[in-house]
C-alpha cells in the first residue's frame, strides 16, 4: 500500500532499481517520496521520487505534461536547478525521479521567520534570489544541440518552488508547468491560465502567452514576500488576487524595509513592473544588478 505522510514502511520497488522509502510531500498532481536507487555491489543513493496521482495517469493530457516536465529536467544541467535522473512508467503508474535536496524550501523558510515575528535579513534574500535568478537564467538561456536558442518558460515560480539545502545552496524546482517552445504539442487546456494566482503576472491574467517576463514578475512577487514576510498580492478570494495582480498594485517596499538598500528596493520593483517593458531585459541582468547588492554588506 502507499503510505500516509510521513509514514514510513517495507520499501516499494520500482523500475527495478528505485525504492519508495517515505512520502515527503503531496501536491495536486503527484506525491513525492524520498526514495533510494538501488545498484550493484551495495550501491545506494537517495533520490526524490514524483509519482503522479494514479487518477490523472488515466488522462492523456496529463501523462503528457508529466513526460514534458522529465524532458525539460533532464536538459537543465545547472547547480540551481534541481536535476531529473530518469523517468519510469510502471503497472500503468509513471514516475520521475529526481534530485534529493536535503533541506527546506523557501515557502517553509518564511514560515517560520513569521511566525517567530522575525523579518529575514535582506542579505539573505539577496543571497538566495540570485541562486533563484541563476536557475531561471538556466531556463531562458537553454540552447538545443545546433545552437539555436530555445527559452523554457517557468510558470511555477514560487517559495515553494525555491529549495534552500543544509549546504546553503538555492534550487529552483517543479517543471511540471514549464513552457517550451519546441515541446511537440499544446499540454493547456482552452482557458485555463497556469500557475499560483498570487505569482502571475498582469498579462497573463488577462489572457497573454506567458513569457521570461513572467518569470522574471514571479520572481520579484518572491523576493518581495521574502522581505516583507507576506505575499505581495492576497485576498479573500482568487477574485481580489486577480484584481490586484490585473492591476500591478505592488506596495512601495522601501516603507516596510527601510533597511534594505536602495538598489535592491529598485531592482525588486523593476521586476514587478506591469508592463514585460518595464522590467530588467532579461534575468541576466536582473543578477547582475542583485550581486551588486551583495557587496553592500561590506561597504563595497
Known sequence: RMFAHGEQGPARRIGGRYELVEEAGRGGMSTVWRGTVVGDA??????????????????RLYVDMFIEEARVGSELQDPNVAQAYDFVESDGQYYLILEWVEGIDLGTFL?????????????????????????????????????????IVHRDVSPHNVLLSER???????????????????????????????????????????????????????????????????????????????????????????????????AVHRALGSLPSQRFRSVREMIGEREICVSLKDGA
Not at 514571479?218 to 492591476?247: C, H, I, M, T
Request: hydrophobic letters at 45%.
Open 111 to 151: 514560515r517560520y521567520h513569521a511566525a517567530q515575528g522575525l523579518l529575514t535579513d535582506w542579505e539573505v534574500v539577496t543571497a538566495i534570489g540570485i541562486g533563484m535568478l541563476r536557475g531561471l537564467l538556466a531556463a531562458h538561456e537553454r540552447q538545443l544541440a545546433d545552437g539555436r536558442m530555445a527559452p
Open 42 to 59: 551495495g550501491f545506494a543513493r537517495t533520490v526524490a521520487i514524483k509519482h503522479m496521482h494514479a487518477h490523472l495517469a488515466e488522462k
Open 168 to 266: 546553503g545552496q538555492v534550487k529552483l524546482t517543479d517543471f511540471g508547468l514549464a513552457l517550451a517552445h519546441d515541446r511537440r504539442s499544446e499540454l493547456t487546456e482552452p482557458g485555463v491560465v497556469k500557475g499560483k494566482m498570487s505569482y502571475l503576472c498582469p498579462e497573463v491574467v488577462v489572457g497573454e502567452r506567458p513569457t521570461v517576463f513572467a518569470d522574471q514578475f514571479a520572481a520579484g512577487s518572491v523576493l518581495w514576500e521574502a522581505l516583507v514576510g507576506r505575499r505581495l498580492f492576497e485576498g479573500a478570494s482568487d477574485f481580489d488576487v486577480y484584481k490586484q495582480v490585473r492591476n500591478a498594485q505592488v506596495q512601495p517596499l522601501a516603507p516596510l524595509r527601510p533597511d534594505v538598500p536602495r538598489q535592491l528596493v529598485s
